[in-house]
């Protein structure tokens, strides 16, 4: 079987601590994009270390160091995952065989806690509801909003995200919509973060990457931006939860 190589975009801020783990898992052929996002800990050169690219975004804000690390990856796909630990990056290759064999357009990471206290209750309660307001934008029945993904780097530059701040993920998705992409969801291990969180840890990243995502909702439903296709539920996978499994 061939080696297929895919470019990880790690956005990084003060993650020292966790790099080594997350860039040690992972898989043959997967290189490590860590984008630098203003940390003080040391984190580029720990990253430089255990042989990751290192790229600096000194404009902060979740979406322009994903824009950075798209910008300087080469390989035909790209997989975005959190560089706390949190996720392992050994499951995506199963994400990414589903876009490589047709399967789906975007392939994203359900998150499942695998231990107490992984997801704190104010950040899931979070998901949940833009989980659910997503579904009634789009009409994918998305339980997640999820940061581990995997999709064609062509295919992303060509739905020129401009979202700088926390509302990138959920602007992506919205994006694939009006492209007709499909999207497909399963089942990823959740744990406990190495460190703290810069959104979602404390009340107040939750409120404001969900006064982000509220905010790129209502423009999505005031632009009506033209479907190509009409998207059909998000299909499970083997080892996938019910319709009805918790966010």
């Known amino acids: 079987m061939e080696l297929m190589t895919v470019d990880v975009i790690l956005p990084c801020l003060d993650e020292a601590d966790a790099l080594p783990r997350v860039i040690g898992r992972l898989p043959e052929g997967y290189r490590a994009i860590v984008v630098d996002n203003g940390s003080t800990d040391g984190s580029a050169d720990v990253a430089r270390a255990h042989g990751a690219t290192v790229v600096t975004e000194p404009v902060k804000g979740f979406g322009s160091a994903c824009a950075a690390g798209v910008a300087a990856a080469t390989a035909e796909y790209v997989a975005f995952c959190d560089a706390d630990a949190s996720m392992d990056p050994a499951e995506l290759p199963a994400l990414v065989a589903r876009v490589a064999d047709g399967r789906t357009d975007l392939a994203l990471g359900r998150r499942v806690p695998t231990t107490r206290g992984a997801w704190a209750l104010h950040a899931r309660f979070a998901n949940r509801v833009l989980a659910v307001l997503m579904r009634r934008a789009t009409g994918y029945r998305l339980r997640d909003l999820g940061p581990m993904r995997v999709m064609r780097r062509a295919d992303l530059v060509a739905l020129d995200l401009q979202d700088r701040r926390s509302g990138y993920p959920l602007e992506m998705v919205l994006a694939a919509h009006a492209a ?3 999207v497909d969801e399963s089942d990823i291990g959740y744990a406990q973060r190495v460190g703290d969180s810069k959104v979602t ?47």
Do not use: I, K, Q
Not at 204 to 225: F, H, K, Q
Not at 233 to 241: L, Q
């Open 201 to 247: 840890g404390t009340l107040r990243g939750t409120v404001n990457a969900v006064r982000d995502m509220s905010r790129l909702l209502r423009e999505y439903g005031r632009e009506a931006r033209p479907r190509v296709v009409a998207p059909g539920p998000v299909r499970d996978v083997a080892g996938s939860t019910s319709e009805g499994a918790r966010l």
């Open 180 to 182: 007709g992409w499909r």
